[in-house]
């Protein structure tokens, strides 16, 4: 059943080494996922999963030791899923050749400063995966052991300055504050209900994730927190704990 969960938001330049001079904007954000993951730590968990978005509608997962880039962001930086240091040649043959999607990446980079020691895993849901089925997938991975935590990955809207990747959309803050209310109360059903179409035309990376962990959540009798709420560039970024 599920223990404990964090939630983080995902963006590349959480990671300095692809903020380079932009690294000291989002200190706080990195200071409160660190406080997050020490929840995660206390929680013992007999498995962590990193719960993140990727394009499409599917899923996927994502053993221990698969690597994950950001080249694709013009840094040639590489981290690993639950090791700080794992060098190339310990990487699981099977996974070898996989490669974690942005939102896992991050989150493997987060675990990484904690020198994260326990079972860990990914798991990827698609942005237009539907709530009922992001939810089912939770009860899933919930089920995976006796003590599960997971670590979600996800954004909130990207519209909510002119200048946002998705432009000024005025529905986005409301989309925020209704996303921000739920992750502090632990509300799964407020979560289960966050409109999925308008979601996705605010480029809310983080609904199909947040649904997932609803779906692990339900029973759990967890209490929430949220430990910082920004919207630095136009992007909603969260930081919650439930335990």
Do not use: I
């Not at 919930?142 to 809207?157: F, I």
């Not at 996705?200 to 990376?205: I, R």
Request: hydrophobic share 45%.
């Amino acid at each position: 059943m599920l223990v404990a969960a964090a939630v983080c938001p995902c963006p590349p330049l959480l990671v300095p080494e692809v903020a380079s001079g932009a690294a000291p904007e989002l200190d706080a954000a990195r200071a409160a996922c660190a406080d997050a993951l020490g929840t995660l730590a206390a929680s013992r968990p007999d498995l962590l999963v990193v719960v993140g978005s990727a394009t499409g509608d599917g899923t996927g997962t994502y053993r221990q030791g698969t690597r994950g880039s950001f080249k694709g962001f013009g840094v040639d930086f590489e981290t690993f899923l639950a090791a700080a240091d794992m060098p190339e040649s310990s990487v699981p043959v099977s996974v070898a050749n996989s490669e974690l999607p942005p939102s896992l990446a991050v989150g493997a980079w987060l675990l990484s400063r904690t020198r994260w020691d326990a079972p860990v895993e990914g798991f990827h849901v698609g942005e237009r995966l539907p709530g009922v089925q992001c939810a089912q997938e939770g009860r899933e991975l919930a089920a995976r052991a006796e003590r599960v935590a997971l670590l979600v990955m996800g954004d909130g809207s990207a519209c909510r300055t002119l200048k946002a990747p998705g432009y000024l959309d005025e529905r986005a803050e409301g989309f925020d504050t209704a996303a921000a209310r739920a992750l502090g109360a632990a509300d799964t059903a407020a979560l289960a209900a966050l409109d999925e179409p308008l979601a996705y035309e605010l480029k809310a990376a983080g609904r199909a994730p947040w649904q997932v962990l609803a779906g692990a959540a339900e029973g759990a009798g967890l209490d929430g927190k949220v430990l910082y709420e920004d919207a630095p560039y136009g992007v909603g970024y969260f930081v919650a704990v439930w335990s």
